[in-house]
T-cell receptor, first 114, second 107 residues
Framework: KAGVTQTPRYLIKTRGQQVTLSCSPI?????VSWYQQTPGQGLQFLFE???????NKGNFPGRFSGRQFSNSRSEMNVSTLELGDSALYLC?????????????FGPGTRLTVT | QKEVEQNSGPLSVPEGAIASLNCTYS??????FFWYRQYSGKSPELIMF????GDKEDGRFTAQLNKASQYVSLLIRDSQPSDSATYLC???????FGTGTSLTVIP
C-alpha cells in the first residue's frame, strides 16, 4: 500500500498570505489528523477529521482550518499567516479513528513564513 | 499538568547496551499507549503499541506498561547506532504527544 502523501513538501509564503496544504491518507484509512511541529513546542495537535467531519480539535486559533473530502483526502488551510506559523505540518492517517489504532504519518510540509 | 511527559534527554548509550525510555501520563482512563520513532528531518514512525499491563516484546523492542503508576516505558536491547533518533510517546487518542526523548547510540 502507498503511504500517506502530502503536498507540497516545501512552501515559502509571506506574512499575511494564506496557504492550503493537502494530505492523501493510506487507502482505506478514514481518519486524518493534522499536527504542527516546531523545535520549541514539539508535536502539537491541530484537528482530526473522520468521515468528512471534524471530530477533535486542538488549541489553535481559528486561522487554522481544515476539511475532509469523501475520498478521505484532507486539506488544511492557514489564513493571515504569521511568522510563528513557520513549522513542519504533518498529517497522519489511521484506520477507524484514533483510539486504539496506530497513526501513520506523511513526510510533512515544511512551511516558511517570511 | 501536561498530559504526557517524557525526559527530553539527551540519552546516550554505548552500542550493544539497553536503552530505557520512559513516559508518564496524567489521564487514568487512558487505554492505549504508543511509541513513535522520529529520525532527524523525518516524520514520526509508529514502532510499538501496548494496551495491557505488563510487557510486550517485538524484536529488540519491549514496551512496558504500568497503569497503576501511570507510566509506560520502551526498552531497546542491543542498541545500534541506527536507533539514534527521538522517541515520542502518545496515549489513548494519540493527539497529545510527549516532547520526545533524544537517544544517541555511541559506536
Amino acid at each position: 500500500k502507498a503511504g500517506v502523501t502530502q503536498t507540497p513538501r516545501y512552501l515559502i509564503k509571506t506574512r499575511g498570505q494564506q496557504v492550503t496544504l493537502s494530505c492523501s491518507p493510506i487507502s482505506g484509512h478514514r481518519s486524518v489528523s493534522w499536527y504542527q511541529q516546531t523545535p520549541g513546542q514539539g508535536l502539537q495537535f491541530l484537528f482530526e477529521y473522520f468521515s468528512e467531519t471534524q471530530r477533535n480539535k486542538g488549541n489553535f486559533p481559528g486561522r487554522f482550518s481544515g476539511r475532509q473530502f469523501s475520498n478521505s483526502r484532507s486539506e488544511m488551510n492557514v489564513s493571515t499567516l504569521e511568522l510563528g506559523d513557520s513549522a513542519l505540518y504533518l498529517c497522519a492517517s489511521s484506520l477507524a479513528g484514533s483510539e486504539g489504532m496506530g497513526q501513520y504519518f506523511g513526510p510533512g510540509t515544511r512551511l516558511t513564513v517570511t | 499538568q501536561k498530559e504526557v511527559e517524557q525526559n527530553s534527554g539527551p540519552l546516550s548509550v554505548p552500542e550493544g547496551a539497553i536503552a530505557s525510555l520512559n513516559c508518564t501520563y496524567s489521564d487514568r482512563g487512558s487505554q492505549s499507549f504508543f511509541w513513535y520513532r522520529q529520525y532527524s528531518g523525518k516524520s514520526p514512525e509508529l514502532i510499538m503499541f501496548i494496551y495491557s499491563n505488563g510487557d510486550k516484546e517485538d524484536g529488540r523492542f519491549t514496551a512496558q506498561l504500568n497503569k497503576a503508576s501511570q507510566y509506560v516505558s520502551l526498552l531497546i536491547r542491543d542498541s545500534q547506532p541506527s536507533d539514534s533518533a527521538t522517541y515520542l510517546c502518545a496515549v489513548s487518542n494519540q493527539f497529545y504527544f510527549g516532547t520526545g526523548t533524544s537517544l544517541t547510540v555511541i559506536p
